[in-house]
């Protein structure tokens, strides 16, 4: 059976993992372990956007070659997921042989199906997001849509894609939620973007940047690193298998990778949206990709603030993971990058924007890790030890709305299913009252509430591993009899 396909953006070099980057990641783990635990398994894919004006800069600045400063950065990158226990299956890099291979073949085939052509133009161009812009999006001042800077003005020679040839099928696509974009104001926001008559053919080459691919047919040329990163997500799954493309056709590559492409699952920031709607489904069909194997949903997550401002460390207001994750690993032993992973998935509806504090990540984990999870595990394994009561050797039952919102990528909606399951048992607790059916003699209906008890925490240990792998684990041991206390108090 074909494997879930879930992929993240590829960052660029130019800085170091923030915790916008984590969230994206986390989002993808999570949806990845949740494949691989109840579906057919899964293909993660992460990676690093290694080409371009703005990584070469970087390079400069800090007195190294482009390639000796993506070598340092990229295994800065590789190293932090790695350390965050990320289950990605391949780490694809875009200075990757197999990558410059795939890239290569695809303009020389947009060429050949007359889909790129020659074209000298003079445009506005942002370095910081690494694409051309219009007037109409710049802001007060002139600045650029995502950037506090102004643009450049380009004058080159370079081959444009023919977007216009295709725009109206995209927007049929995604209309039709063929191509699915979530949440419903990004799907209406693309399709206001394939309105616009300026979101025309586009340079997909640049003449004067030297960080990049070449462009096989003219070498005066390389691409731009709006096609080039985007087909990461093709070359990632042909050097994971160590696959060969010289001499294949587009279908006979697609026949290599059938079992993990499609892409089901594409997370991605609203900053990249527009290549990731537009570009990315238009350059595929312009291969002769078939709408059937076309990526099937892209999530578009919100941004990050931190009390109610934009992170600034002039402001002091930045969240490092790294700091919060070595900060619970001292209370809790190995639990840091579960808690933060939790705190900011419950946090944020995926596609809203969010606000993150370090008082409120120690708020929600006193209120629901501590004194949700953590004390009513404690309470119901220490009353079944107490009187004597066997853990049932049951099937573990699963929750219909759990997996209808894991499966529709609401990950938000499922923590809080779990949350509200935990809290019922509490209530359960002191409703029922335990301690006086044992007091009681009621030996046989005690002992029904402490297993039903124990069975609801065996499947919440169970549904809580992709968002919380390692909690997931100390809960198992302490249903398995094994003295734990997961969750101490701050």
């Not at 991605?268 to 312009?286: E, N, Q, S, V, Y």
């Not at 509430?449 to 919380?468: E, G, H, R, V, Y």
Request: hydrophobic letters at 40%; glycine letters at 6%.
């Amino acid at each position: 059976m074909k494997k879930f396909f879930v992929t993240t953006p590829i960052y660029y070099l130019n800085g170091e993992p923030h915790l916008g980057h984590y969230y994206a990641n986390t989002i993808a783990d999570v949806m990845s372990r949740y494949h691989r635990q109840f579906g057919a398994g899964a293909f993660f894919l992460t990676g690093t956007d290694e080409h371009g004006q703005k990584v070469a800069e970087a390079a400069y600045k800090n007195n190294l070659s482009p390639q000796e400063y993506t070598d340092k950065m990229s295994n800065i990158w590789q190293t932090t997921w790695e350390d965050l226990g990320l289950s990605y299956d391949y780490f694809i890099r875009t200075t990757d042989p197999v990558h410059k291979s795939l890239c290569q073949f695809v303009i020389t085939k947009l060429l050949e199906n007359n889909d790129v052509y020659p074209h000298s133009y003079e445009s506005l161009y942002c370095v910081g997001a690494e694409t051309f812009v219009t007037q109409s999006e710049l802001r007060e001042g002139g600045l650029c849509p995502d950037h506090d800077e102004k643009p450049q003005i380009v004058l080159e020679n370079n081959y444009f894609f023919r977007l216009t040839k295709y725009k109206e099928r995209i927007s049929q696509l995604i209309d039709q939620d063929i191509i699915k974009v979530i949440p419903e104001s990004r799907k209406n926001e693309a399709l206001e973007l394939l309105k616009n008559p300026e979101v025309g053919d586009f340079s997909v080459t640049r003449e004067k940047v030297s960080w990049g691919i070449t462009v096989p047919f003219d070498t005066s040329q390389t691409l731009y690193v709006w096609i080039d990163a985007l087909f990461n997500y093709i070359s990632g799954v042909l050097a994971s298998q160590n696959i060969d493309i010289q001499d294949l056709s587009v279908d006979e590559i697609l026949a290599k990778i059938q079992d993990i492409w499609a892409p089901d699952l594409q997370v991605l920031g609203k900053d990249i949206m527009k290549f990731h709607t537009i570009f990315w489904p238009a350059f595929l069909l312009a291969l002769g990709v078939p709408e059937d194997k076309l990526p099937k949903t892209m999530l578009i997550t919100g941004f990050f603030l931190s009390g109610g401002r934009k992170m600034s460390k002039s402001i002091g207001n930045v969240i490092v993971p790294k700091d919060i994750i070595e900060e619970f690993d001292e209370i809790t032993g190995t639990l840091g990058n579960d808690i933060l992973r939790y705190v900011i998935l419950r946090e944020m509806r995926i596609g809203n924007d969010g606000d993150i504090t370090r008082d409120k990540i120690m708020g929600v984990y006193e209120s629901e890790l501590v004194n949700k999870f953590g004390n009513t595990f404690s309470r119901v394994v220490g009353m079944a030890k107490k009187y004597d009561i066997e853990n049932p050797d049951l099937e573990i039952k699963s929750s219909v709305d759990y997996h209808k919102a894991m499966r529709s990528y609401d990950i938000y909606e499922a923590i809080h299913i779990l949350l509200e399951k935990i809290s019922l048992i509490g209530q359960e607790i002191e409703t029922i009252k335990p301690w006086e059916l044992y007091k009681t003699g009621q030996a046989e209906e005690l002992g029904q509430n402490i297993q039903k008890w124990l069975q609801d925490l065996a499947w919440i240990t169970k549904a809580i591993q992709p968002i919380m792998p390692n909690a997931s684990e100390q809960m198992q041991k302490l249903l398995s009899g094994e003295n734990l206390h997961i969750f101490p108090r701050l």
